[in-house]
């Protein structure tokens, strides 16, 4: 047996990580000063299924194109923007996929038959 397993940042899901530090304002989840840095594929694919999820969007110019209040020489902010779904996700107390379907639920008004 390993005398120390890999830290919980590199085993557990990162959505919810990133959707809260989004949440908080952190403008770049691979900035933050985590005390073990995730590898930086895992935060790239955590934002993809939040923005999959509704919860975040891209920025336009993550997507390709430039946007006409893009600052002089054509670069645009890569941080991603956390969008009023991302806040109620980021509001409960459940991993962002549970939540979305929990949101999801209540909009079609079926929230009694997706809760046990």
Do not use: N, Y
Not at 15 to 30: C, F, S
């Amino acid at each position: 047996f390993p005398e120390t397993g890999a830290p919980e940042l590199e085993r557990a899901p990162l959505e919810g990580t990133v959707l809260l530090l989004a949440a908080m304002g952190v403008p770049r989840p691979a900035a933050f000063p985590f005390p073990s840095p995730p590898p930086g594929d895992a935060l790239a694919a955590a934002e993809l299924a939040l923005v999959h999820l509704g919860a975040l969007t891209r920025p336009a110019a993550a997507r390709g194109a430039v946007p006409a209040h893009a600052p002089p020489g054509g670069q645009a902010s890569l941080t991603p923007t956390v969008t009023a779904l991302g806040r109620a996700l980021a509001a409960l107390p459940l991993a962002p996929r549970c939540a979305r379907m929990l949101v999801a639920a209540a909009q079609l008004r079926t929230l009694r038959w997706a809760l046990p």
